[in-house]
């Protein structure tokens, strides 16, 4: 079995799980995301943009952070490229993957990213992602200066592997990871 079949596998098996997840546990998960940003900004003076992601069938929505930061999405490009851009009060229209997202005439720099948080089918204990496999937030990680901007894992309990998932050369580790249950990071 190659890495492809092994992850399709994962994959599979890690979105069962995603969609027994209660709304009780998606909104824990999301107050957690809360409290993690709260002592962000806490930490850090002048933050930046928060890249958050447009939730799709049973992630966790944490679009409630509008209210606590300046929100930036991201937009899914031609050639896996994936840019961010800030979320104001135009509509949103859909990207190359059928994703909600901002379409301005500007995206921002990785200089004006503080923080970024993902959605995960799975993580597992060496921060290892799993994703739906378009490769977009490592194609962007593989830059450096992007790597450098903490990015952090969205998903719940359930979900985090307890054995090292299939990790190909391209994936890069995640900063840590919330869950309803811990703040990994």
């Known amino acids: 079995m190659n890495i492809f079949e092994k ?3 994962e994959r599979d098996e890690f979105r069962k799980l995603r969609d027994k997840i209660s709304l009780d546990q998606r909104i824990n998960v999301e107050n957690n995301v809360r409290l993690y940003v709260d ?19 049973n992630e966790v929505d944490i679009r409630s952070l509008k ?6 999405l991201p937009r899914c490009k031609e050639k896996k490229e994936l840019l961010f ?35 995960c089918l799975s993580v597992d204990k060496n921060l290892i992602r799993l994703g739906y496999g378009g490769g ?3 194609k962007l990680r593989k830059d450096k200066n ?40």
């Open 85 to 119: 851009y800030p979320w104001d009060k135009n509509p949103l229209s859909k990207d190359a993957e059928g994703i909600l997202s901002p379409n301005n005439s500007f995206s921002l720099s990785h200089k004006q990213i503080s923080i970024i948080f993902v959605p």
């Open 7 to 9: 992850k399709k596998l």
């Open 136 to 138: 977009y937030f490592d």
């Open 67 to 72: 209210e606590k930061a300046i929100l930036a």
């Open 146 to 185: 992007w790597r450098n901007i903490p990015c952090i894992g969205v998903l719940t309990s359930n979900c985090v592997s307890s054995i090292s998932l299939t990790r190909a050369e391209w994936d890069i580790p995640l900063s840590g990871f919330i869950t309803e249950k811990e703040i990994f990071v």
């Open 39 to 57: 002592s962000f900004c806490k930490e850090y003076k002048n933050v930046g943009y928060v890249a958050i992601y447009w939730p799709l069938k």
